[in-house]
Nanobody, 123 residues
């Protein structure tokens, strides 16, 4: 069974920083793209950033210049460095990826979501 587990959320003051981590585990064959999404109360889920296995990155407009996504392919880890945090960044942040995993002698693909980690920016 493949899992994504986020960590690193918490309460921070405006202007502060947090680093989120996402650990993928299980019988993983390949993960091409890894993503961070977030959802605030009463709002739609939005893409924060994504990164390919080759290191190509893309960011949502609201976080450009403040957040940095990275990954360690060997460890199946993904990170989100969040700087200059604002109250409007308050949301549950989710790690998600289409994961290719082993099934006996073959492999299949499942779109996996983590359980989410709460980020709260408040004074």
């Amino acid at each position: 069974q493949v899992q994504l587990v986020e960590s690193g959320g918490g309460l921070v003051q405006p202007g502060g920083s947090l680093r989120l981590s996402c650990a993928a585990s299980g019988s993983i064959f390949n993960i091409n793209v890894m993503n961070w999404y977030r959802q605030a109360p009463g709002k739609e889920r939005e893409l924060v950033a994504h990164i390919t296995s080759g290191g190509y990155t893309n960011y949502g407009q609201s976080v450009k210049g403040r957040f940095t996504i990275s990954r360690d392919n060997a460890k199946n880890m993904e990170y989100l460095q969040m700087n200059s945090l604002k109250p409007e960044d308050t949301a549950v942040h989710y790690c998600t990826a289409p994961v290719q995993y082993y099934t006996g002698s073959s492999h299949d693909t499942g779109h996996i979501w983590g359980q989410g980690t709460q980020v709260t920016v408040s004074s």
